[in-house]
């Protein structure tokens, strides 16, 4: 699977933006999909999690439902809308694919969670933010 993140950019503070994650290969639909982001000098970050058949969510900051991720097996396409965007949502932000390695994983299908999981990605988009 080969992965190309775009949609990143400057954005106003409280703003919002739509970042995309486009997908070639096959098999795009039996992989657990994350957004990552790294900040300057920190580590990358989990930042949205969703399963292979899109059914399962989950966000680093699920309280605030700032972020919203989907994806589009038809299209083989990923998204991350972002609202209210804060100046320390400032990152390149990466698209990444894990695939289920286990019998259990694969009946379960779950969100995943570390960068270590995931085995595909993208090469990453900056989002600015200006406040």
């Known amino acids: 699977v080969q992965l190309q993140a775009s949609g990143g950019g400057l954005v106003q503070a409280r703003g919002s933006l739509r970042l995309s994650c486009a997908a070639s290969g096959s098999l795009f639909g039996s992989y657990a999909l994350g957004w990552f982001r790294q900040a300057p000098g920190k580590e990358r970050e989990f930042v949205a999690g969703?399963?292979?058949?899109?059914?399962?969510?989950d966000y680093l900051y699920s309280e605030e439902g700032r972020f919203t991720i989907s994806r589009d097996n038809a299209k083989n396409m990923m998204y991350l809308d972002m609202l209210s965007v804060k100046p320390e949502d400032a990152a390149v932000y990466f698209c990444?694919?894990?695939?289920?390695?286990?019998?259990?994983?694969?009946?379960?299908?779950?969100?995943?969670?570390?960068?270590?999981?995931?085995?595909?990605w993208g090469q990453g988009t900056l989002v600015t933010v200006s406040s």
């Open positions: 969703i399963n292979s058949i899109g059914s399962k969510t």
């Open positions: 990444g694919a894990a695939p289920y390695k286990t019998p259990a994983d694969m009946s379960w299908k779950g969100v995943k969670y570390a960068p270590h999981e995931y085995d595909y």
